[in-house]
């Protein structure tokens, strides 16, 4: 499964940005995606996932970022919004086949290349 997120970029802190993910897989709507970032100097961490159409976000998000999928698209979104500085990181998109673990990084086999947000004060 090949991974392809865009849509990252620089945005006044308050602002929007929209990211995507496609997926190179004809079984995209069996894996479990998920939205993972890195800040500089910081550990990777859990964002948002969707798990039986249920959607699951990390608490300093949560009300701001709102994530989607598409099967017919086989493509992820992630709708970020009231952006702060601290949301500043690598966004990556990732899939997995473990919905039980679905909020830890090493349950997902497979990543997509990693998109950068900036978020200016």
């Known amino acids: 499964v090949q991974l392809q997120a865009s849509g990252g970029g620089l945005v006044q802190a308050g602002g929007s940005l929209g990211l995507s993910c496609v997926a190179s897989t004809e079984r995209f709507s069996w894996y479990i995606m998920g939205w993972f970032r890195q800040a500089p100097g910081k550990e990777r961490e859990f964002v948002a996932t969707?798990?039986?159409?249920?959607?699951y976000y990390q608490s300093s998000v949560e009300g701001r970022f709102f994530m989607s999928r598409d099967n017919a698209k086989n493509t992820v979104y992630l709708q970020m919004n009231s952006l702060e500085p601290e949301d500043t990181a690598v966004y990556y998109c990732?899939?997995?086949?473990?919905?039980?673990?679905?909020?830890?990084?090493?349950?997902?086999?497979?990543w997509g290349q990693g998109t950068l947000v900036t978020v200016s004060s």
């Open positions: 990732a899939a997995s086949d473990v919905p039980q673990r679905a909020w830890y990084a090493d349950a997902y086999d497979y």
């Open positions: 969707i798990i039986g159409g249920r959607t």
